[in-house]
């Protein structure tokens, strides 16, 4: 396993206790100049949640979160499972074809556990990978279920995927407002979760790498507490990744912690051949993608 890799121990000191969390970096060769990545990760139980069902991992090329549902420990066991699979990619070649295959394999790994025979067992899957295989190399988002990536690109904050929920769908259909869907009896009801009983492929949206980009990866329980104004002030306050986690962390803990709290902070940090940062061009300009115009899995199935 990379040694920078974050699993659920080293992202807490306890289930209830006080989280740490440490900054990794990975200087990346391009073709077009040199990529330094740096992120951190944290995960914690919450104020009140018996266990913390959700599941972490940042090792590059690969950051994922996953946000566990279903009875007794089924939810824990369904997150493990997805990220544990996940985690196999990270020594190889990530790309869709191999994500799905991941995520197949881990659909059946919690259909044969004893412990996940509950209806509603399951996990969210959410997070980003680079692609450096092509001749430009982009990031890929990736999503089943309401945990998020957000990405914060010259000062703007963007959630780049879309929730797979209820309330996403009312508010798509102009029958609720965004300001209603917040506090809405169906918030937490989602439409498509990695487990034994749904689909397995993931929504995928392509972005250009681009320099002074900062992405943030997090379950609902960091979004049912914080505004998405709310998460991009801890990010402009915190320029290192691990403060800007443990910011975030203790503000979603201090407006109830109703739920789990699961958060990546990535950054990107680009380098032209000269060695000074990347000027934006075609390739490094704002990603030409919405919300709405998800990438074509084939386009990145190499084997």
Same mark, same amino acid.
């Given at each position: ?94 790309? =869709?074809?191999? $994500? ?6 881990? +659909?059946? %790994? ?5 412990? /996940? !025979? &509950? ?21 890929? =988002?990736?999503? $089943? ?6 990405? +914060?690109? %010259? ?5 780049? /995927? !879309? &929730? ?43 972005? &250009? ?95």
């Amino acid at each position: 396993m990379d040694p920078d890799a974050v699993d659920h121990e080293d992202a807490v000191t306890g289930r209830s206790g006080v989280a740490e969390a440490s900054t990794h970096s990975r200087s990346v060769s391009l073709p077009d100049g040199d990529l330094t990545l740096t992120w951190a990760a944290v995960t914690h139980t919450g104020r009140r949640r018996d266990s913390n069902q959700d599941a972490v991992l940042a090792a590059y090329p690969l950051f994922i979160v996953a946000d566990g549902m279903g009875g007794h420990i089924g939810g824990e066991i369904a997150s493990a499972s997805t990220v544990d699979r996940l985690r196999g990619l990270v020594d190889g070649h990530v790309s =869709t074809k191999a $994500i799905e295959k991941a995520l197949a394999r881990a +659909v059946k %790994d919690i259909a044969s556990h004893p412990e /996940t !025979t &509950d209806d509603g067992t399951g996990t969210t899957v959410t997070g980003v990978f680079l692609d450096a295989s092509q001749h430009v190399p982009h990031w890929v =988002t990736l999503n $089943i279920g309401d945990s998020r990536v957000y990405l +914060v690109r %010259d000062g703007v904050i963007d959630q780049i /995927t !879309t &929730d797979h929920s209820v309330v996403q769908e009312l508010v798509a259909a102009g029958r609720l407002s965004p300001e209603e869907a917040e506090n809405h009896p169906y918030g937490n009801v989602i439409t498509r979760a990695v487990g034994p009983s749904d689909g397995v492929t993931p929504d995928y949206v392509r972005l &250009d790498v681009v320099d002074g980009d900062r992405f943030v990866i997090c379950s609902d329980g960091l979004t049912k507490e914080l505004t998405d104004y709310g998460i991009q002030h801890f990010l402009a306050e915190n320029a290192d990744p691990a403060d800007a986690v443990t910011a975030m962390l203790e503000a979603a803990l201090e407006n109830g912690g109703r739920d789990n709290v699961t958060i990546i902070v990535l950054d990107v940090a680009r380098e032209g051949e000269s060695g000074e940062p990347a000027e934006a061009t075609e390739e490094t300009a704002p990603a030409e993608r919405t919300a709405t115009e998800p990438l074509d899995a084939s386009s990145t199935d190499e084997v």
